[in-house]
């Protein structure tokens, strides 16, 4: 069974640019998440999407955003990106939801320069 | 009070040795306990999950549960230098419908 795949695994994008990140998750998984990781702040839960519904929002600003596809892939966009925005944003899938094991991608490690 | 703590090391133990990492959690409604093995430069790997109150073993992994404590626990036996890594805990959190992570304890193994 193929994992979760993410993609691209390097982003370098300067301050005010935008960028989409692609994650899919694990065949049969209907709910995606989204973590942003940091050296500082540990993982930080962005979002989660199941059945192509945000269904659970962490506390980020309205520029982190996500859809959900009817096939379970899931986009994650982010505007006016900041210095700050650095990090290696992670993308998780489970069968149903929160209360089950989560398997993460590789990731995604985005540089702002 | 930090919704899930744990120490950040790094925490040092002989190979062959039994290592011990410790978590504990906030949210007394919590159901869902999870143990995540993440290498330098690679995202968390899912070693082990518990749901009920004791001890469930998979390997030379233990992982034990106290709810009245609020306490989860992982025990490496026999460590091997390949188990150096940090690791993660990660606890459900019913009130906010997600899981919350702790900033993780980093386990060094000392050929």
């Known amino acids: 069974k193929a994992g979760v795949t993410q993609t691209p695994r390097y982003l370098i994008k300067t301050r005010g640019q935008q960028v989409t990140l692609s994650c899919s998750p694990i065949?049969?998984?209907?709910?995606v998440s989204w973590y942003q990781q940091t050296p500082g702040q540990g993982l930080q839960f962005l979002f989660e999407y199941f059945s192509e519904t945000q269904r659970n929002k962490g506390n980020f600003p309205g520029r982190f955003s996500g859809r959900q596809f009817s096939n379970s892939r899931s986009e994650m966009n982010v505007s006016t990106l900041e210095l700050g925005d650095s990090a290696l944003y992670l993308c998780?899938?489970?069968?149903?939801?929160?209360?089950?094991?989560?398997?993460f991608g590789d990731g995604t490690r985005l540089s702002i320069l | 009070q930090k919704e899930v703590e744990q120490n950040s090391g790094p925490l040092s133990v002989p190979e062959g040795a039994i290592a011990s990492l410790n978590c504990t959690y906030s949210d007394r409604g919590s159901q869902s306990f999870f143990w995540y093995r993440q290498y330098s430069g690679k995202s968390p790997e899912l070693i082990m999950f518990i749901y009920s109150n004791g001890d469930k073993e998979d390997g030379r992994f233990t992982a034990q549960l106290n709810k009245a404590s609020q306490y989860v626990s992982l025990l490496i036996r026999d460590s091997q230098p390949s188990d150096s890594a940090t690791y993660l805990c990660?606890?459900?959190?019913?009130?906010?419908?997600?899981?919350?992570f702790g900033k993780g304890t980093r386990l060094h193994i000392l050929p």
């Open positions: 990660a606890v459900n959190s019913p009130r906010d419908d997600k899981i919350i």
């Open positions: 065949s049969g998984h209907r709910s």
């Open positions: 998780a899938s489970s069968p149903d939801g929160a209360d089950q094991p989560q398997h």
